[in-house]
């Protein structure tokens, strides 16, 4: 028989085949510290971040996110702010390069190359040096974005009095309101609209930052119509552009709203 004829291989299942343990590499010609990213220099960035995310709630828990009062469409004198991670972008937009015909350029363009450049700066700079002084391009992006962050985030709440916000701004709670029920059909509401009043005051006579309520004062019409007329502190002269007989019907009606109020108290 020739070599090789015949001759047939046959497997043992049985025999195990000789695997090495996981072994990391050795980084030891790279500079500084020597260890597997998997699972060791990861874990530890998990742990780090998990310290700060605990801290994160903790301090969400006993100072939490205070509540302003219900929105009011007419309230033309209310200040909308966005959360504080974004008052970098609302400042942004308040530049001229970057506002009214340029507002494509501020709101799209120039983040989306900001943030774009973040995240292409791993790619961008592919170096092996971890120290970030040899890391010049993503160092520098980093610096650059953390600085224009601070900035302008600082530039939008110093032109802010947080204080004056939080006390007009004050959540009413359910219990501590009286449901008025305004008749919207009511010719005098009509006249209440067309001078303003619903502007300052609210559709519910309920007030704003711009003008107090008109529900629960002690008034009666000839002193209502008085300062419709004449004004009254911020309240300017001649608001009310109308007859006598308008005038008489929308103090009236005022009247009746706190008459309301009153009855349901």
Same mark, same amino acid.
């Given at each position: ?6 001759? %047939?291989?046959?497997? &043992? ?5 000789? %695997?090495? %343990?996981?072994?990391? =590499?050795?980084? +030891?010609? @790279? ?34 996110? *205070?509540?302003? =009062?219900?929105?009011? *469409?007419? &309230? ?8 504080? @991670?974004?008052?970098?972008?609302? #400042?942004?937009?308040?530049? $001229?390069?970057? +506002? ?6 501020? /709101? ?8 774009? /450049? ?6 961008? &700079? ?19 974005? !953390? ?17 004056? $916000?939080?006390?007009?701004? #004050?959540?009413?709670?359910? &219990?501590?309101?009286? /449901?008025?029920?305004?008749?919207? +059909?009511? *010719?005098? !509401? ?22 107090? +309520? ?10 209502? %119509? ?9 309240? *300017?002269?001649? #608001? ?26």
């Amino acid at each position: 028989m020739k070599r090789g004829k015949g001759m %047939k291989f046959v497997g &043992d299942s049985r025999v195990t085949a000789d %695997k090495q %343990k996981f072994i990391p =590499k050795d980084y +030891s010609e @790279y500079p500084g510290r020597t260890e597997a990213f998997w699972p060791n220099y990861l874990l530890k960035e998990w742990l780090v971040g998990a310290v700060f995310l605990v801290g994160f709630l903790c301090l969400t828990i006993a100072h939490p996110a *205070p509540l302003e =009062k219900m929105a009011d *469409p007419t &309230d033309t004198s209310y200040l909308p702010l966005p959360d504080w @991670y974004f008052l970098f972008l609302y #400042q942004l937009l308040k530049y $001229k390069f970057a +506002s009214a015909e340029f507002f494509v350029l501020g /709101a799209i363009v120039i983040p989306g190359l900001a943030f774009g /450049a973040l995240f292409l700066a791993p790619f961008l &700079d592919r170096g092996e040096e971890r120290r970030p002084h040899k890391r010049p391009i993503a160092t520098g992006l980093m610096l650059l974005a !953390f600085v224009a962050v601070f900035w302008l985030t600082y530039e939008a709440a110093a032109h802010v009095d947080w204080e004056e $916000k939080a006390e007009n701004n #004050q959540p009413e709670w359910p &219990d501590d309101q009286v /449901a008025i029920d305004i008749d919207e +059909s009511d *010719p005098a !509401f009509a006249l209440y609209e067309e001078n303003s009043c619903l502007n300052c005051h609210g559709g519910d006579l309920s007030g704003g930052a711009a003008a107090p +309520s008109l529900i629960g004062i002690d008034l009666d019409a000839e002193e209502i %119509k008085d300062i419709a007329v004449n004004g009254i502190g911020e309240m *300017p002269a001649d #608001q009310f552009q109308g007859s006598d007989e308008e005038l008489d019907q929308l103090a009236e009606f005022i009247v009746s709203v706190n008459e309301q109020a009153e009855a349901e108290e």
